[in-house]
């Protein structure tokens, strides 16, 4: 059997994909946090816990309307946004006069009080999301077999990420929103709604977070403490490709993803560490992150 | 005698605890350029933050086309037809010169197309995918008057247009000031360069202690020379 370094080829394909996959979960939270960080400051502590909520919005969807997996990738991130904007109107709204720290504080509360009433609603046990008939089965590759499903998470998630990123970079919407991050004083004054346009940032932000979520459900359990676990790891990502750099933290996810995959093949034991380990090399060197634009 | 486009009337504004507006009152006629002469920190910029509700407190009246602003929000100021150019320019860093230009919606018609843009400032197309920031101060300031006329905003409050040009350049702006007059628009100057404002403006207004002291016409500015530089401390 061929063997790179002692391992043999399709274990290290197998990893590759692996991490590709978990690589584009990341691309997807960390994509949400870098456009609400970008846009309000808010270091979004709550994203993990919308990504939770996307994944039981496709259960429950399921489960009581027998409403399916692609229907959900529709409904359960507009639900979320909803919820999203909700919040931002009532509560973390109040926090973009006040230190980013407070912020922080304000959404990891957010972020306990949603895991708590889930896990009070339906325990701890993960609850099991079938693929959906269309993605089942793999297809041989020559060198592997490729899960289908894995293969659309990859390419689902790339083409969002594509998505926002050329609204945000190429069109006049997105225009607006990068100027009100520089003076939102003065785009309100030119008659642009800059309170009603932060709102939908943040619903758009949830959005990403609940569709990242329907992808995640088939693959990982759908369990209220699936965003938490996540979310650590995302947010060393986001620091790591510069906080509020889109295209630095689709980077370093894909990036990110694969090493911790490698990783796990050569050195297991270190595989949840591998990205804090590059983590603080990156902030020793770059303190602004890889992309970051360093203010 | 043209209608009063911009009624001011015992305008307060308050930044946190001090009290910077104290009851200012004037008014610009439609097709009027109409000055604020006054030292520094007498309150002139205020006043155009406080028109455009950009100031945390304010209180009075201002009425602008016969609709009463005082507690409207910016946007909706900005919806009403009056624009506004802030002292720094607001060049947006992260939007090149097209994206600078074209970022305020339109709000009524009759703003400028494009093509005549274009026409008076041909720097803006060279430079068009510039990053903003990137242009040098005269363009910036040019950039900055250009993306309000576009939008159909008939007042255009202008803070300081000239601040830290050179002669050269102040001249352009001052003959781009004039064009725009020409075309219908009204504009609310403030100015730290009297000589330049007397070539321009209809009628001054000097402020002193976030009040305005006095009033003069154009016409009989040679004659209140001595008067204004007492005033102004030149």
Not at chain 1, 53 to 71: R, T
Not at chain 1, 146 to 166: E, H, K
Not at chain 1, 167 to 173: G, Q
Not at chain 2, 198 to 224: K, Q
Request: net charge neutral.
């Amino acid at each position: 059997m061929f063997t790179v370094f002692g391992i043999p080829l399709q274990l290290l394909n197998g990893q590759l994909l692996l991490g590709l996959v978990n690589g584009a979960f990341y691309a997807l939270l960390s994509l949400g946090l870098a456009v609400i960080f970008g846009m309000l400051g808010i270091i979004n502590f709550a994203h993990g816990a919308l990504y939770m909520m996307g994944a039981f919005v496709a259960y429950l969807l399921l489960e009581n309307f027998n409403i399916g997996y692609w229907w959900a990738l529709l409904l359960a991130p507009l639900t979320v946004a909803l919820f999203g904007a909700l919040m931002e109107r009532l509560i973390i709204r109040r926090m973009y006069k006040v230190d980013h720290v407070y912020g922080l504080l304000l959404t990891f509360a957010l972020a306990m009080i949603i895991q708590g009433v889930f896990r009070l609603l339906f325990n701890n046990a993960g609850l099991p999301y079938r693929i959906p008939a269309e993605l089942q089965g793999s297809i041989n590759l020559g060198f592997m077999f490729m899960p289908i499903y894995r293969a659309w998470v990859v390419v689902a998630a790339l083409a969002v990420c594509f998505t926002t990123w050329f609204v945000i970079e190429r069109t006049s919407l997105g225009a607006r929103l990068r100027a009100a991050t520089e003076s939102a004083a003065l785009v309100q004054s030119f008659g642009v709604n800059v309170p009603r346009m932060i709102l939908l940032t943040y619903a758009g932000g949830a959005a990403l977070a609940a569709f990242a979520g329907v992808l995640a459900a088939p693959v990982y359990s759908v369990n209220a403490n699936m965003g938490e676990n996540f979310m650590i790891t995302v947010f060393a990502i986001v620091v790591i490709g510069g906080m509020g750099s889109i295209l630095g933290s689709v980077v370093a996810s894909i990036f990110l993803g694969m090493a911790e995959g490698l990783t796990k093949l050569f050195y297991p034991e270190a595989s949840a560490l591998v990205i804090f380990v590059v983590m603080i090399i990156v902030l020793m060197t770059k303190p602004s992150g890889l992309f970051g634009k360093g203010h | 005698m043209p209608e009063t486009l911009l009624n001011v009337k015992g305008l307060n504004a308050w930044y946190d605890e001090s009290h910077v507006l104290h009851g200012v009152d004037f008014n610009v006629r439609a097709g009027e350029i109409v000055t604020l002469l006054g030292r520094n920190g007498a309150g002139k910029s205020t006043t155009l933050k406080s028109i455009m509700g950009l100031i945390p407190r304010r209180a009075g009246s201002v009425v602008y086309s016969g609709k009463e602003l005082i507690n409207a929000r910016p946007d909706q100021i900005g919806n009403a037809g009056i624009a506004f150019c802030p002292e720094d320019r607001g060049i947006f860093r992260s939007l090149n010169v097209t994206e600078n230009l074209m970022l305020p919606p339109v709000i009524a018609p009759g703003g400028l197309d494009l093509q005549t843009i274009y026409t008076l400032f041909p720097n803006l197309k060279e430079r068009a995918s510039s990053q903003g920031t990137m242009l040098s101060g005269g363009e910036q300031q040019m950039l900055a008057i250009a993306r309000i006329l576009r939008t159909g905003a008939r007042l255009l409050l202008l803070d300081e247009p000239t601040e830290g040009l050179a002669p050269v350049i102040v001249q352009q702006i001052g003959a781009m000031i004039r064009e725009i007059k020409k075309r219908g628009f009204t504009v609310l100057l403030v100015e730290q360069n009297f000589t330049f404002a007397a070539t321009l403006a209809d009628r001054h207004y000097v402020m002193e202690h976030g009040r305005i002291i006095d009033e003069i016409g154009n016409e009989n500015l040679h004659s209140a020379t001595g008067k204004l530089h007492a005033y102004l401390g030149v």
